[in-house]
């Protein structure tokens, strides 16, 4: 397992940070996870991992040096559950799941802009429509034409808020995938 300290450096008293105590608390589940025998469901995954979020406080942990152990540990975790699916049904196997998603991804992002994902409600907020077209043709470029894009840059996007955007819940799962993708294939 990737290692890292119990602590991390604390943001200034007047400033926000992830609550000390939750930090603390996730991080020793998840090495009692990491360190049990593989195969074994503990509750905590790669996508876990990804999906995890802290309350924030005054004083708390650096948002950025947590992050990166998230990362640090969510690649972890990934490739330790890439090594048991590869043992437990065959490098061809995991690989032929990999591109099947890909392909998923790749017709999704491939629709027309403005009908890629469902729209919330004329007076529900979603996603920008036209941020995510934009991201969504560089994820077909990826996907299609090997265009580089850092796992770091689908992990991170963030788009504005928008009355009758995209349905956000869409779009993350999408995200979620490319991450699935991009995880297995390093």
Do not use: C
């Amino acid at each position: 397992m990737v290692a890292m300290a119990n602590t991390f450096p604390r943001s200034r008293r007047t400033k926000l940070g992830y609550r000390v105590e939750d930090v603390d608390r996730f991080l020793a589940v998840a090495r009692r996870a990491y360190d049990s025998p593989a195969g074994t469901i503990t509750g905590i995954d790669a996508r876990t991992i990804r999906r995890t979020a802290f309350p924030m406080e005054k004083g708390g942990y650096s948002t950025a040096h947590v992050d990166a152990a998230l990362e640090r540990l969510e690649d972890a975790f990934a490739l330790r559950e890439r090594n048991h699916a590869v043992k437990a049904q065959g490098e061809k196997a995991w690989f032929s799941e990999a591109r099947s998603t890909a392909a998923e991804i790749l017709e999704r992002v491939s629709r027309p802009d403005g009908e890629r994902f469902e729209h919330a409600g004329a007076m529900s907020i979603g996603y920008d429509i036209d941020e995510v077209d934009r991201f969504s043709a560089r994820l077909g470029k990826y996907f299609k034409d090997g265009t580089p894009m850092s796992i770091d840059e689908v992990r991170t996007v963030a788009f504005r808020p928008r009355r009758g955007g995209y349905q956000e819940w869409q779009v993350d799962m999408l995200l979620d995938a490319v991450v699935d993708v991009m995880l297995a294939v390093r």
